[in-house]
């Protein structure tokens, strides 16, 4: 939906919406007839919520498409992914604070472990830990390429950040990495005349950093994808007449948050954590984005128990959010994660939308069986959550006489 229609339906009112975003929720299976993750995790909390609101599965971005995470949150905040993209290194960019300027072009980078053939063993460097990365940006940090600065940043574990900034530089390259094991790495590709230039130094570069991280194991090689350039796009306030804020404890979704105006509220890395940033900070608000990040990672490391532990880690958390009273609470994923699959897939991903007017379905489970017969419908487009959420807090005027 257009964010200028909904701009023009909108009403003050003294309402709180709280999104809280299980990342990489949705699941599959790992034998046949056997439960989602989310279906054999215990969540009498997520199934109380469920039984007294709405649910469905929504499409991130469009039927069979697997989204990314950049795209599939968008879509959440109401944002049409596929008219607003951005690349996740602008997002990891801002979600560490980097001071971005205009023409910076960055990346999202992962350190990787490649065999003595140049193949792709392992895409994350075994998850190596945050301290072991500084050390490897610092020495990434000292290359240099012709009519540009670079840096070289931690993000967080293997995820690491690379900016170029210099003249006539150009964001439309390809991604490196190959996405699985046993390939070798990309080779940057330009994918317009203007970013020619800028291919080639990201091509030094990355043969620079092979040279610097010979003799490192296991990350002894770098992966670079999402280059894009800062754009300049609608804020929360604008578009929704909301005053948002983003509690998220990676960095990356707090770049998110930045990006489109909300206020990245500090927190910690645990779970517990974040819980308390949103108590603390209830009466300063309209609307929370509320962000857990292990749900996908165990995905992606094919560990179907411990998403399901981290799924009910969350169910034990949600009455103290309830407690708060909002007046809209959505529960959902940015995208289905399945252990199965060790990556993000294309199924549509549950979701609850809990209000005091919403109009009640037969679910009584959180999970993708019981949200396929959910009132909001099997295959409900992600953009159409916030409009909805909003409506369901009293912000949207009538349409028409």
Not at 91 to 104: K, R, S, V, W
Request: with cysteine; hydrophobic share 40%; proline share 6%.
């Amino acid at each position: 939906m257009e964010l200028d229609f909904i701009r023009g339906l909108l009403r003050p009112a003294e309402t709180k919406i709280v999104f809280l975003v299980m990342d990489g929720l949705g699941g599959l299976p790992v034998a046949a007839g056997g439960p989602t993750e989310l279906e054999k995790a215990r969540t009498p909390n997520l199934d109380g919520l469920a039984a007294e609101g709405i649910c469905g599965l929504h499409e991130p971005i469009a039927a069979g498409i697997t989204p990314g995470s950049g795209p599939s949150h968008l879509a959440l905040f109401g944002y049409d992914p596929v008219k607003y993209q951005v690349g996740r290194g602008v997002l990891a960019a801002l979600g560490t604070d980097f001071d971005l300027q205009p023409g910076d072009v960055a990346a999202r980078g992962n350190f990787c472990t490649v065999d003595s053939e140049g193949r792709v063993t392992d895409r994350r460097a075994g998850r190596i830990s945050t301290e072991q990365n500084r050390k490897l940006c610092a020495m990434l940090d000292k290359i240099e390429l012709p009519g540009v600065e670079v840096f070289v940043r931690t993000v967080k574990e293997h995820r690491f950040l690379l900016v170029l900034r210099g003249q006539g530089l150009c964001g439309e390259l390809a991604d490196t990495d190959p996405q699985q094991v046993g390939r070798k790495p990309l080779a940057v590709k330009a994918l317009s005349k203007a970013a020619e230039h800028t291919a080639s130094l990201v091509s030094r570069f990355i043969e620079e950093a092979g040279k610097v991280l010979a003799d490192s194991h296991p990350a002894n090689m770098v992966l670079v994808r999402g280059f894009s350039q800062k754009p300049d796009w609608p804020t929360m306030s604008e578009a929704f007449g909301l005053k948002a804020a983003a509690i998220a404890a990676y960095p990356m979704y707090r770049g998110l948050g930045k990006l489109i105006g909300m206020d990245v509220l500090p927190t910690g890395t645990e779970l517990e954590e974040e819980f308390e940033t949103l108590k603390a900070n209830w009466d300063k608000y309209d609307f929370f984005y509320l962000h857990v990040k292990p749900i996908d990672s165990a995905g992606e490391d094919g560990d179907f128990d411990r998403k399901v532990e981290w799924i009910e880690k969350v169910d034990a958390l949600v009455p103290d959010l309830v407690r708060l009273k909002p007046d809209v609470l959505v529960v959902t994923g940015d995208h289905s994660t399945p252990s199965a699959l060790k990556s993000h897939s294309w199924h549509p991903v549950p979701v609850l939308l809990w209000s005091a007017d919403c109009r009640r379905d037969p679910v009584t489970s959180f999970g993708e069986r019981a949200c396929m017969a959910g009132g909001l419908g099997a295959n409900i487009a992600a953009v159409n959550l916030m409009p909805l959420a909003l409506a369901n807090a009293g912000r949207l005027e009538k349409f028409g006489a």
